[in-house]
């Protein structure tokens, strides 16, 4: 008799599977045309060691005929469409090192005797509908090494017991409703190394004693209401890579200088109450990849330093209030492939952007968002042969003062999926063959003062895009095709005629 079944099958799973009664392993994993229930009669092959029914159609409860296999290590059910409660009788699989429920529609609460599970590694409850707290019983779950909870509805307060899971490597919990203060007991946890806590209600400060945690890669605390300062204990962390504090009320104002000394890679504080120029410190932060201080108060000018931060490959400073040409030491941003300039005063020509740098492996643009600035002079006409360009999928150039015609050299640009040229004061006719580039959905060059005819093309592209030209003319967009039903499909301009 086998031990094993690594199974690749469709319809129902037979509850003649019950009969096996020397069957260790149940393997059945990816199969979205295996559909139905559990069969309960899983929970008579007592010698059951692993389950992994991930990944396929099975629907209903989870039996709990499966709560009395007393020897079973693994329990893997993620990515079904599961639901019901978990019931107290979870608390009966002591042995269990590995639960997996994550990604289905399980509701109710968190039972109290998860506690029991002492032998427990991965608890994964990722993508649910649980409530209620997260229960005091987890303090005695001593084997834990990676606590996944996130995407759920669980409200209450993370606690204090939390800090008795020594073996704790992961805390996710982001996405659900959790509240008060982050407890200082985060800082006896020796081995963690990931805190994912963000789209939370968390309020109060960030415990000092998080730099106890010498061992962290990731603090994550974004949107939440936790208030200021930021501890200088965070220096202490000498293995952080990634740093996010946005959208918090820390209400900083000039961000410590000691910051730039963490080595991170990645530093958000978008929408914490950043004002003044942006800090000098940035300049001595060579290790910065991802930057995103958008949705502040930042102003002044963009300073010619910023050009010593080369390892960029994603700068977010919109919603700010900038004011200045882009300097020429922009150019040294040799890596960036992701800048957002949006919603600031800034000025000038967009050759100095669009031309920066390339690094040869990386630092061609994928999306370039420059709207709602006051960038003149037109869009170059050999847009569509800038190296940096060349593999660009979204392009922003929105309600600039830019003037002049949609450069026919565009058509070059083949990874275009999103185009916005909206109230930039654009003239003439749109080239033919910009709108026949395969991947594009998007294309608004809505409120400006083009004309001609819309040149035909077989996209579906959103009629809104076209309004506010009063001298261009509507178009069909697809002749009736073979492999095709006919469509007759007219996109409706200005006051549609």
Known sequence: MTDAIDAYLEGTL???????????????????KISGPIPPSLGSLTQLTDIALSANNFSGSIPSSLWGLKNLKRLLLSSNNL?????????????????????????GTIPQSIGNLTSLSVLDLIQNNFSGNIPVSISSMTSLRFLRLSKNHLNGVLPESIGSLLKLETISL???????????????????????LSDNQL??????????????????????????????????????????????????HTPPAWLGNLGVFRLSLAGTGITGPLPEWLQLAKSLT?????????????????????????????????????????????NLMELDLSRNNLSGPLRAVLE??????????????????SFTGGIPEDIGAIEELSGIEMLDFSYNPLGG?????????????????????????????LLDIAVMTEFDVSSNQLTGRIPKHSRPLPADGFKGNPGLLREKMMENRKALPPLSTLFYLNHGH
């Open 174 to 196: 982001f996405d659900n409703s959790i509240t008060g203060n982050i407890p200082s007991s985060i800082g006896h946890l020796p081995m963690l190394r990931e805190i994912y």
């Open 203 to 252: 309020t109060g400060k960030i415990p000092s004693t998080i730099g106890n945690s010498t061992k962290l890669l990731t603090i994550d605390l974004s949107s939440n209401n936790i208030s200021g300062p930021i501890p200088q204990e965070l220096t202490q962390l000498h293995d952080l890579q990634t740093l996010d504090l946005a959208f918090n009320p820390l209400e900083i």
């Open 14 to 32: 037979s509850p003649a599977l019950g009969m096996l009664s020397h069957l260790s392993v149940l393997r059945i994993v990816g199969l979205k």
């Open 290 to 334: 991802i930057l995103d201080l958008s949705s502040n108060s930042i102003s002044g000018t963009i300073p010619n330093w910023i050009g010593s931060i080369t390892g960029l490959e994603y700068l977010n400073l919109a919603h700010n209030a900038l004011q200045s040409t882009i300097p020429t030491e922009f150019r040294n941003l040799v």
């Open 356 to 373: 920066k740098g390339n690094s040869g492996l990386f630092g061609g643009f994928k999306t370039l968002n420059l709207s709602y600035n």
């Open 83 to 107: 639901s019901g409660y978990l019931p107290e009788d979870i608390g009966m699989l002591r042995g269990l090192v590995y639960l997996d429920l994550s990604n289905n529609q399980i509701t």
């Open 405 to 433: 015609t949609i450069p026919k050299s565009m058509k070059n640009l083949n990874s275009l999926k999103e185009v916005r040229m909206a109230s930039d004061g654009l003239s003439g006719e749109i080239p033919i063959g």
